[in-house]
């Protein structure tokens, strides 16, 4: 693909990441940030999370990082915006990309389970409007999914399904627009299980999650459920699921053990302590382990 040129809107976590991405793989951005001590941080930020995971520094020089909204998108041909995940906020931006940015443009939207009709709805110009999900770490973790809305386009989502591709991630077209997405409602139908054995008294959490690891969660990377479906037989995965299906959790709530955790100001890392004691060391070196675990996976791709 012929280089870019690319808006951001929002330069925090996510939207530094994701301009790393792009600026990495030659395509010119322009990070839209509002808050002055953000901004101010946002080239360092992403020079060091390039020299993190190899690649070169001096890619920052495709970067510019401004306050202005218009000035951000004038010139764009794809346009994502990073916001917090509040609806209003979102349909506020979009409002105004629909009205600065080129008619031409993509308009892309980053969120981890919002459906994009949800944040396109009464906008004009929804057939050039899709969602993006880019997972966290966002320069790391390969997959981003892209979401077809009502009123997308597939010109939209070929276009973004190409910018992606170019920019070294794996796009996957979601063609249904339902909260959550696919990675999202996998992961969050296994954490429900989780939460509700620890809750009934099974196990422990720390046995929950080294049962994941050590079982399989070794192989995930290269055996996907229904890969290991197919593997196993539909005949013997009939079998298994006439006995374990209805013994699954099925609470269409949060789990009350959550609302009693938060209630005791058992918030997770940023308390130090959730399921398990977290000290500021062990919170380091689990964080350490991680970013170590994904650059390895990615060179190996």
């Excluded at 105004?96 to 981890?112: E, K």
């Excluded at 949800?118 to 969602?131: C, K, P, Q």
């Excluded at 999914?145 to 386009?153: A, C, F, H, L, Y």
């Excluded at 077209?173 to 909260?179: E, L, P, Y």
Aim: hydrophobic residues 45%; contains cysteine; charged residues 25%.
């Amino acid at each position: 693909m012929a280089k870019q040129t690319i808006a951001v809107i929002g330069g925090g976590l996510m939207g530094a990441g994701i301009a790393q991405t792009f600026a990495a793989a030659g395509h010119r951005v322009t990070v839209c940030e509002p808050f002055d001590e953000v901004r101010a941080t946002l080239i360092g930020r992403v020079r060091q999370g390039l020299a993190q995971v190899g690649d070169d520094p001096a890619c920052t020089e495709n970067i510019v990082a401004t306050s202005d909204l218009v000035t951000a998108v004038q010139d764009a041909s794809f346009v994502t915006e990073a916001a917090p995940e509040k609806l209003e906020l979102k349909r506020s931006i979009f409002a105004d990309l629909v009205a600065h940015a080129p008619r031409d443009a993509v308009l892309a939207s980053n969120s981890s389970v919002m459906p994009i009709g949800s944040i396109t709805e009464g906008l004009e110009t929804a057939e050039r409007m899709v969602g993006t999900h880019w997972w966290n770490p966002a320069a790391l973790i390969p997959l981003v999914e892209v979401i077809q809305g009502e009123r997308t386009s597939l010109e939209t989502v070929d276009f973004t399904m190409r910018l992606l591709t170019s920019a070294g991630k794996k796009p996957a077209h979601v063609k249904k627009d339902v909260a959550g997405f696919v990675a999202n409602r996998l992961q969050h139908a296994l954490w429900r299980e989780a939460i509700s054995m620890v809750a009934d008294g099974i196990c422990d959490a720390r046995t929950v999650d080294d049962c994941v690891k050590n079982s399989f969660g070794l192989r995930l990377a290269v055996l996907g459920p229904l890969e290991n479906a197919d593997l196993v037989g539909l005949d013997l995965t009939r079998d298994i699921h006439r006995t374990i299906i209805p013994e699954l959790n099925r609470d269409a709530a949060p789990s009350e053990l959550l609302d009693e955790m938060i209630k005791q100001g058992r918030l997770g890392f940023k308390s130090g302590e959730g399921f398990q004691r977290w000290s500021a060391d062990e919170q380091a070196a689990l964080r350490g382990r991680l970013v170590q675990h994904l650059v390895k996976a990615r060179g190996r791709d």
